[in-house]
């Protein structure tokens, strides 16, 4: 029988899928073999184990935020508009199968045992820096980074209630309160 081949990003994009609908515990080694095609022995000569396949996904999946949504950052827009369109592409990947958070979601899961947090906790410094870088614009460099920190507390926080209650409206009403924050802001700079 002919060996399958897939190309990595397809692979680590197909294992993101299910460890994103069902965590990191609830994955078989199984279920990510069927989802890539590639059976048990296949995958393993990939990632010779579901846990150091779990870390490549966690790095392909900064590296989709860095390029679907911290890109945003270097668009040559008013910084409101950036902070606005940062934040919606965020809520797009959210509420892809309600899935919500993807790094929450792996934390909650596994950040007891400290499996994946430093990852993690890279992606959510990225997350703060992308913000802070906007909203430096209009307020001091400390100030920036404690009100990214809060946004991104308050962006978990709607998540939650989303993923409870089925409704987008948490995640609209983040938006609108972090882009109206930050307008005035500006409007006390004028």
Same mark, same amino acid.
């Given at each position: 029988?002919?060996?399958?081949?897939?190309?990595?990003?397809?692979?680590?994009?197909?294992? %993101?899928?299910?460890?994103?609908? &069902?965590?990191?515990? +609830?994955?078989?080694?199984?279920?990510?073999?069927?989802?890539?095609?590639? +059976?048990?022995?296949?995958?393993?000569?990939?990632?010779?184990?579901?846990?150091?396949?779990?870390?490549a996904v966690l790095e392909?999946?900064?590296?989709?935020?860095?390029?679907? /949504?911290?890109?945003? /950052?270097?668009?040559?827009?008013? #910084?409101?508009?950036?902070?606005?369109?940062?934040?919606?592409?965020?809520?797009?990947?959210?509420?892809?199968?309600?899935?919500?958070?993807?790094?929450?979601? $792996?934390?909650?899961? $596994?950040?007891?045992n400290g499996l994946f947090?430093?990852?993690?906790?890279?992606?959510? &410094?990225? %997350?703060? $820096?992308? /913000?802070?870088?906007?909203?430096? $614009?209009?307020? #001091?460099?400390?100030?920036?980074?404690?009100?990214?920190?809060?946004?991104?507390?308050?962006?978990?926080?709607?998540?939650?209630?989303?993923? /409870?209650?089925?409704?987008?409206?948490?995640?609209?009403?983040?938006?609108?309160?972090?882009?109206?924050?930050?307008?005035?802001?500006?409007?006390?700079?004028?």
């Amino acid at each position: 029988m002919p060996v399958k081949k897939i190309e990595k990003q397809e692979l680590l994009h197909r294992c %993101w899928e299910v460890f994103n609908q &069902h965590g990191y515990h +609830g994955t078989s080694v199984s279920m990510l073999a069927e989802a890539t095609g590639l +059976g048990k022995s296949g995958l393993m000569h990939h990632h010779l184990s579901k846990e150091s396949l779990m870390r490549a996904v966690l790095e392909y999946a900064q590296e989709t935020l860095r390029a679907t /949504v911290f890109s945003v /950052v270097q668009e040559d827009l008013p #910084p409101e508009q950036k902070l606005e369109k940062m934040l919606r592409r965020q809520n797009r990947l959210a509420k892809m199968e309600r899935q919500g958070c993807f790094f929450a979601n $792996t934390a909650l899961e $596994t950040g007891r045992n400290g499996l994946f947090n430093e990852p993690i906790q890279m992606i959510w &410094h990225e %997350w703060r $820096t992308a /913000v802070a870088g906007i909203l430096s $614009t209009i307020m #001091p460099p400390e100030e920036a980074e404690q009100t990214a920190y809060r946004l991104l507390l308050e962006y978990e926080g709607a998540i939650i209630m989303y993923k /409870v209650s089925n409704e987008e409206q948490h995640l609209e009403q983040f938006v609108a309160r972090a882009v109206a924050l930050f307008c005035k802001k500006m409007q006390k700079q004028s």
